[in-house]
């Protein structure tokens, strides 16, 4: 059996820690013996890890007093650069390396898991997947072309996500071998858990409308409590209902509040099954700044639900506008009037749903047959 270990920093709510825990659970235990390194305990997806896998919880060690004051000072006054590249000087001084050696060893997102994989793992061969677009995220690849060029491939799950990797490499004159392969997505699994009951009821006398993401500036949110209030606004009966937790909660709260929007938009928190609230909605809205590809969207888009969805890049390999869903500018006033556009207009909501369930199921067989690749060279 080949010893194989990924490392993510938690299996709270996220895009790559949904496709993680999707592709262990499409591993075959007869040939893998598999470990996960967290560094967060818990999470909404810890549950969902099959029983083979080994969970190892690495609990990272509290920064003293005069080391939390030197991070603070170089967050003010090095505001380009990410926050994982600022904070990891400080945390490794207190690592160990793993005496455990592996076969493969997979850092399964960017920052923190890459930088601990890429000096604290022994492993034969290391792959890193990159899950964000790396240059909007704000990462500075000065600092990370020597991480990255300890491993064997750097992973991006799509086209712009490798485009945008690759550009940040020419600025600096490096090359690194980069390959795309697509967050896993599980449509039978994902079907079957649309099928549960709802944990909050839907009005029957409203347009509902749902989106799933961190509560985090990224994903957007604050265009969406914008756009629900010019809906209100112009007079149209709406439930917003946004599933997902993170560091933005209090300032959505506190917009909600100040939009007079406590009885119509609401934050439901964390769930790891977001799917049956996915199906009985009236609309899906996606608000994000940018993706590193965009699973909720391809998640909706397999529940054949009329989607709304900014126009960050990898969109555009999910949806067709106006045949699949309907694309809307970055601004609170374009998603307001695309989400109108499908209030008024049933027969394109009809249009968009048929057209959805059109779609086959091929990503999942592909990227599988991808990962086995890499993890038996």
């Not at 560094?39 to 909404?44: V, W």
């Not at 967050?75 to 455990?100: G, V, Y």
């Not at 969207?297 to 949806?319: D, Q, R, S, W």
């Amino acid at each position: 059996m080949k010893k194989i270990v990924f490392v993510i920093e938690s299996l709270h709510l996220g895009g790559a820690e949904k496709s993680l825990v999707t592709l262990l659970q499409n591993l075959d235990y007869k040939r893998y013996d598999v470990d996960l390194i967290t560094f967060q305990k818990g999470g909404i997806f810890t549950d969902l890890v099959p029983q083979e896998v080994q969970q190892i919880f690495i609990e990272l060690p509290k920064l003293s007093f005069f080391d939390r004051l030197k991070f603070a000072i170089k967050r003010k006054t090095n505001p380009e650069i990410h926050d994982a590249q600022l904070f990891w000087p400080f945390i490794k001084k207190h690592l160990k390396r793993r005496l455990e050696v592996y076969n493969v060893a997979i850092a399964y997102n960017q920052g923190f898991s890459t930088y601990f994989t890429s000096e604290f793992v022994l492993a034969e061969t290391k792959y890193s997947w990159l899950n964000t677009d790396y240059q909007k995220a704000g990462y500075q690849i000065h600092l990370d072309y020597p991480v990255y060029k300890k491993f064997k491939k750097v992973i991006v799950v799509s086209p712009e996500g490798k485009e945008s990797f690759n550009g940040a490499l020419e600025y600096i004159g490096k090359r690194l071998p980069v390959e795309i392969i697509k967050d896993i997505t599980d449509r039978k699994a994902l079907e079957a858990q649309a099928n549960h009951t709802l944990k909050r009821k839907f009005r029957s006398d409203v347009v509902n409308i749902v989106s799933v993401g961190r509560l985090a500036s990224p994903k957007g949110f604050s265009l969406a409590v914008s756009a629900c209030a010019l809906l209100k606004m112009r007079g149209y009966n709406i439930n917003w209902y946004v599933i997902g937790e993170g560091a933005e909660r209090k300032p959505l709260e506190q917009k909600i509040k100040n939009e007079l929007l406590q009885d119509d938009f609401f934050l439901l928190g964390a769930d790891n099954n977001p799917y049956p609230y996915m199906r009985a909605c009236d609309i899906y809205v996606q608000t994000s700044l940018f993706e590193g590809l965009g699973l909720t969207v391809i998640e909706a888009a397999y529940l054949n639900k009329p989607i709304v969805c900014t126009n960050f890049p990898t969109v555009h390999g999910i949806l067709k506008d106006e045949e699949t869903g309907l694309i809307a500018e970055m601004s609170a006033e374009s998603i307001a009037s695309k989400i109108e556009r499908l209030i008024l207009n049933k027969e394109l909501r009809k249009h968009l749903s048929s057209s959805l369930a059109k779609l086959a199921n091929k990503d999942k067989e592909l990227t599988l047959q991808q990962v086995e690749k890499l993890l038996n060279i």
